[in-house]
């Protein structure tokens, strides 16, 4: 028998969701502050809640897709006792207040799960889709089950705030390396070529990028860091020219400044013979 769950939080997220566990098999109760954002689950089977007490009544697993963890507060703020009910948040946010939320939810008789999930809303509930949960293992194990109709599940520990980090620290690899397309195909615009040509070019040291991670890993680790040919020094100066040319080309200057303040620091403090990874100092201390 699939457990029952209660989805609160509608939006392009919570939506995907309630259809992969209707999918699934699972009976589902929903509730939106805006009621009618519901229509559409409820046309494919989903039970809509008058309130957000009779939602959390309806199952043992509550989970939340919300803005942020405030929403949070603002629908279940009235709950004093949810007796020992388990509420997965889904919602994005920091460390910190998922940390505060599992206390908040705890001293409230709730089992409290963390996640972060990783794709867009088209392809939750896909092969594709995988979420990142933290808290009690007790709890994940119980429910993976169920959550593994979101996608796939990846239990990261039991402190709470680590779904959250592990979201984010990923995010700021993506963020970041996307920001770097946009810069690299302003860099070579300002010279008449198409971004399309440059495409292939990008993915291409993309690539490289990653085939250089698993060593990167390992030094960061272990705190050594050998030089070679990608020494700090000889990468400095490559950041020293990116933000030359971005300068000659009037672009934004802060991405390049941001890299080459790191390489900068690490050169200043006499490891320019390290290899690449000695920045991690500059970026663990930025004094
Ligand atoms: P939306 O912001 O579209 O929807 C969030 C839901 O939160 C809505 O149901 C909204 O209700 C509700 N909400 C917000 N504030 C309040 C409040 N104060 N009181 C009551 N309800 C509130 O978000 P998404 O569905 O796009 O995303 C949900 C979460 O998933 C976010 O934390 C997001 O960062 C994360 N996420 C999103 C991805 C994406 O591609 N969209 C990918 C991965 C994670 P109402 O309908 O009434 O406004």
Redesign the pocket.
């Known amino acids: 028998m699939n457990e029952h769950v209660t989805l609160i ?7 995907a969701m309630v259809g992969a566990l209707l999918d699934g098999g699972h009976p589902v109760t929903v509730w ?3 009621a009618s ?1 519901a229509d559409d689950v409820v046309a494919r089977g989903a039970v809509r809640a008058a309130t957000p007490a009779e939602a959390v009544g309806a199952s043992d697993i509550v989970i939340l ?4 963890y ?2 949070m507060y ?2 279940l703020g009235q709950v004093e006792d949810f007796g020992g009910k388990v509420i997965v948040n ?4 920091t460390p910190e207040k998922t940390r505060e939320a599992a206390e908040w939810a705890e001293q409230r008789g709730a089992r409290f799960l963390t996640g ?6 088209p392809a939750v509930g896909t092969e594709a889709s995988y979420v990142y949960y933290s808290g009690p293992k007790d709890v994940y194990d119980a429910h993976e089950k169920t959550l593994r109709r979101i996608g796939e599940t990846h239990y990261m520990g039991d402190d709470p705030g680590l779904a959250q980090l592990f979201y984010q620290a990923n995010l700021d690899v993506f963020l970041t390396a996307l920001s770097a397309f946009l810069h690299g195909a302003a860099l070579l615009g300002s010279a008449g070529v198409p971004a399309k040509e440059f495409e292939p070019w990008a993915v291409k040291v993309l690539q490289l990028a990653a085939q250089l991670l698993p060593r990167a890993a390992e030094q960061v680790d272990s705190g050594e860091h050998p030089g070679d040919l990608s020494t700090a020094k000889m990468m400095g100066a490559t950041a020293d020219h990116i933000l030359a040319a971005s300068e000659a080309a009037g672009i934004d200057l802060e991405l390049p400044r941001a890299i080459k303040a790191h390489y900068d620091r690490a050169i200043a403090a006499g490891k320019g013979g390290d290899n690449w990874t000695r920045l991690i100092d500059s970026i663990r201390n930025p004094q």
């Open positions: 939080g509608l939006g392009p997220m919570g939506q939106n502050r805006t954002r897709s919300l803005t942020d405030r929403a603002d629908i889904l919602s994005s946010d972060g999930v990783m794709v867009p809303a």
